[in-house]
């Protein structure tokens, strides 16, 4: 598995990437030949966890009042956008 890109600054920061990180691993094991809607995916780091069993992830983010989605492909692990 590939290691998050996102820069640890605080302990704060590690410890909520970890309590973000288990809820993703949890939820993984639900989501096994699903398709799985996440609302508010951030960097999209847990969404490639959720990728590794679902079918497909569908990846919504709010950023600078425009709404973005982006699916990640479990078979082609290839971005639509």
């Known amino acids: 598995m590939k290691k998050s890109m996102k820069v640890q600054r605080t ?3 590690h410890v ?5 990180r288990f809820a993703y691993e949890y ?3 639900f989501s096994k ?3 799985v809607l996440d ?3 951030g ?3 847990g969404d490639e966890i959720l990728a590794s ?3 497909a992830v569908i990846a919504l983010i709010l950023m600078n009042q ?3 989605m982006l699916t990640l492909s479990i078979i082609m692990r290839k971005f639509i956008l």
């Open 16 to 20: 909520e990437y970890l309590m973000h």
């Open 43 to 45: 960097s999209g780091y």
């Open 27 to 29: 939820a993984k094991d």
């Open 33 to 35: 030949n699903s398709i």
């Open 11 to 13: 302990i704060q920061d």
């Open 53 to 55: 069993t679902a079918s």
């Open 66 to 68: 425009l709404l973005s």
């Open 39 to 41: 609302i508010g995916c």
